[in-house]
């Protein structure tokens, strides 16, 4: 299914679960599609009474994609080595109102939101520009845009940077490449490979993955602007998260008032299926402050 919000952009989802559940909206990180919400996690949420909206970010999947050349990774290095700002055609902002537009489509006056990495910056994005339209918020491996907040390892930004450029060819061995780097103990390669081929199937398009990673890097601190967030947080991190280090949910935490903070001790930048259910039953505990 898709919708096209009052940009002209058009935003690919699915909505899984009865009408009258509590609507929850999911929001992938970089360069992911909604297929990248496992499945048998979704029908976890849906059993719990969640209506669960899952979307396609611009530049990924099937939504709209953009012409614009993102900086290399080169350039994208340089940039964050001397903390400046790439020029780009778009921000988290811009991502944030695409899902808002989402909502106004679907006759969804307010969500339940839960983003991981990307997402969660955006789903944060929301709640700072979109506050009536967020009932509860979950913010999952992300950061708050804060300069020395969640920033990679080192070691993890050299290793990345020998990954070959991604061909269709090559693509699902890179991403298992990719994930073996990230993931924490309980990565499980074969299930992974699995998701990733359907998904190079259904979409592929590495250079939206760019555009995305300069809309993020472009974007504001949200670090300030979170403080007058009020909506119920709940924030979940990996302590073995090398991508967005635990320092990202800490801060996060921090700066939005009354939220909570659950860390999983193997959990990197993934969602490790065996905490899946405590995962479900801290996103509902947490949609339940709201009421």
């Known amino acids: 299914m898709a919708c096209v919000n009052a940009n002209g952009i058009t935003i690919e989802y699915d909505v899984r679960g009865r ?21 048998d996690f979704v029908d976890l949420l849906v059993d719990g009474g969640f209506r669960v909206i899952r979307l396609d970010n611009r530049d990924a999947g099937l939504s709209t994609e953009f012409d614009w050349e ?105 991403a298992v490449a990719m994930f073996r780097l990230i993931a924490g ?15 190079v199937e259904r979409s592929f398009r590495p250079a939206g993955t760019g555009r995305q990673l300069a809309a993020i890097l472009a974007s504001p601190d949200r670090t300030e602007a979170l403080g007058a967030v009020t909506a119920p947080t709940l924030v979940l991190h990996g302590l073995a998260d090398p991508l967005v280090r635990p320092s990202g949910g800490v801060a996060t935490a921090k700066a939005i008032p009354d939220s909570r903070l659950v860390m999983y001790p193997e959990m990197g930048h993934d969602l490790p299926r065996r905490r899946w259910p405590e995962i479900v039953g801290a996103i509902t505990r947490n949609a339940e402050r709201a009421a």
């Open 19 to 39: 009408d009258d559940g509590e609507p929850l909206l999911l929001v992938m990180g970089l360069g992911a599609q909604l297929t990248d919400w496992p499945s």
């Open 185 to 199: 103990s309980e990565f499980d390669e074969s299930e992974f490979r699995t998701r990733a081929e359907e998904g």
């Open 70 to 174: 993102p900086p290399s990774i080169p350039k994208v290095a340089a940039l964050m080595a001397t903390r400046r700002k790439p020029e780009a055609g778009y921000v988290l902002r811009d991502m944030a109102d695409d899902a808002a537009g989402l909502l106004d489509s679907l006759g969804v006056g307010s969500a339940h939101i839960a983003g991981a990495s990307m997402g969660g910056m955006i789903a944060q994005t929301l709640a700072i520009h979109h506050a009536d339209r967020v009932r509860s918020l979950t913010s999952i491996m992300s950061t708050t845009g804060h300069r020395k907040a969640g920033r990679p390892e080192r070691r993890l930004v050299a290793k990345v940077a020998r990954l070959p450029e991604p061909t269709r060819e090559n693509a699902v061995d890179r």
